[in-house]
Structures are given as C-alpha cells and as structure tokens.
C-alpha cells in the first residue's frame, strides 16, 4: 500500500499535465526503487534518531579481477535490502552509502548520520570466497562485531544470510520470528540464480542504454527459469521493462505494451512474497506507469 501511494503523488502522467512523462517516470522509479528496498521507510520511522542506525559501505573487492566488482557491490546492496527490511532499522540507501565509499568509518557515520557502519571485503576463487565484514560504532570507532568466511562459492547466500543477523542482531538485541524471516523475504537459495540477479543490477544500474536494460532483463530471465519463484528477479524485471518503456521505445502504443508485462510481472511477484515491500512497490510503479 505504501508503495503504490508513494506512487500516486506522481500525478497523471501525460502530455496535459505539463510535466515531461519521462521526467515524472525517471523520478517515480527511483522512488520505487528506494521504497522497496525499504529506506525510505526505515528512515522516516527514524526521523533523526541514530542509535539503531547504519550505512553499509561497498564491499572491496580483493579478487584482482576487476571484472568482479560487481559481486562485491552486489554483496553490500543485498545486505542493505535485507536490513532495510527490518522495521526497528534506518539504513542508508545505496546512492548515499557509495558516496562514501573511501571514507574513513567515523568520518562516514557523521557525513551520513547514521551510529553505525557495516565494511567489508570480497576475495574470489573459481571454488572459494572469503568473506570479512566489521559493523564499527560510528562515534569511537571501535568494532562492535566482525567476522570473516572461508567457504565454497556455493555457500555465498548462506554467508550473506549470517551476515544480515548477525548485524540486526547486534544493533537491535534480538530479532522477532517475523523480522528473520523479512531478512530473506523475496530471495532464494540458489547462488548461480543470485549471482545473475548481481549481474544483471550492475548492468542496470552502472551502464546506461537501451542494449544493456535488455540484457539485464535477458539476465533476470535466465534467474527465473533457475528458480521460478524468485520473487525479487521478478520483481527487478517489473523495474527494467519499465524503463525500456519509458526511455527507449518509439511510440506510445509500444510504452503502453511494455508497462501492462511490467504489471504482470509484478503480480508474480507480489503472489510470490505477498510480505515483499520491493515487488508492492514495482507493482504500483507498473500500474501508475500503465496508467499514463
């Protein structure tokens, strides 16, 4: 519900509005995207309160392979949807937390105004990753929990999963049965269809073009067809078909057949994870979309 009426303040969405459709689209998607992932939320229960606050800063990337950055920013950005989705939680969105992504800790925390900071670092193997993240206390900038993992490839999610609770855990005491089963909400346990979903985020949110919306979405394809109800691939499809929609078709008629698939792919995802904040807000975007 908070989704779509985020959504409804956008307005008509057409010509006789005065307001450029694509202007009033780029906007709605952001906001889409930022209510899904929760912050908004989380920060406007918050207001200015900082004791159960963080920011969780890219992940460095130690493989030497620069062609993995991805994952270790796709890492950091699956840990803060996963927190965001804790209501008790404010956490930066990922636009803020990677303007700070050389920054000391405590200078971080005090340009973001959060208490506290999740760092960490990614090192990658055709057959390992290791794994190190350190949640730091913002003012004193001491380290309130740490840990690092030695494990299969295969053993990604769960690590990432471990990660999550142990975060919430130590920034709120303890988790109620509802707030552990929000940090996995949506998501799945097969690491070749998560790691297309990293992927496919990366080429949609790091390179702009029509080309590389259409791979994204040819990425959260083939999430899909690994595992059918991964609700969160669905509800990224929802977002991509949008934009090409917006962006990069020719006429209305082509717009308009875009954003009733995005609808549909929505409702996928929202009859998936009917508790996922992210496919309720892709859904409501795709309708107020389908609409103008």
């Not at 010509?15 to 009033?24: I, L, N, Q, S, V």
């Not at 925390?109 to 506290?116: D, E, F, I």
């Not at 794994?131 to 913002?138: K, P, T």
Request: proline share 3%.
């Amino acid at each position: 519900g908070s989704a779509i009426a985020r959504t409804d303040q956008v307005g008509g969405g057409s010509e006789a509005t005065g307001m450029p459709r694509r202007t009033m689209v780029a906007g709605g998607l952001a906001g889409a995207v930022l209510i899904g992932a929760g912050g908004w939320l989380a920060w406007n229960r918050f207001g200015d309160s900082r004791e159960a606050s963080v920011a969780v800063l890219p992940f460095a990337n130690l493989s030497g392979d620069p062609s993995r950055q991805y994952f270790a920013d796709g890492m950091a950005e699956e840990l803060r949807n996963a927190l965001a989705r804790i209501d008790r939680l404010k956490v930066i969105g990922r636009t803020s937390s990677e303007s700070v992504r050389n920054t000391e800790a405590r200078a971080a925390a005090n340009k973001l105004g959060v208490a506290h900071i999740l760092i960490g670092s990614v090192r990658q193997s055709p057959t390992t990753i290791r794994i190190s993240a350190q949640l730091i206390d913002g003012s004193s900038g001491a380290e309130l929990w740490s840990e690092s993992y030695d494990r299969s490839s295969g053993d990604i999610l769960v690590i990432q999963s471990d990660i999550a609770r142990n975060v919430a855990q130590a920034l709120i005491s303890r988790l109620a049965p509802d707030e552990q089963a929000a940090l996995l909400a949506g998501g799945t346990t097969n690491p070749a269809a998560h790691d297309l979903m990293l992927k496919a985020e990366h080429l949609a949110h790091l390179v702009d073009g029509e080309e590389n919306q259409r791979k994204a979405i040819g990425l959260l394809d083939a999430a899909v067809a690994l595992v059918p109800q991964y609700a969160d691939a669905h509800a990224r499809r929802s977002l991509r078909l949008v934009q090409i929609g917006t962006y990069y078709v020719s006429s209305m008629a082509q717009s308009r057949t875009m954003n009733r698939e995005a609808v549909q792919v929505a409702s996928r995802a929202v009859s998936i994870a009917p508790t996922f904040a992210a496919a309720h807000a892709a859904l409501g975007w795709a309708l107020q979309c389908n609409l103008m």
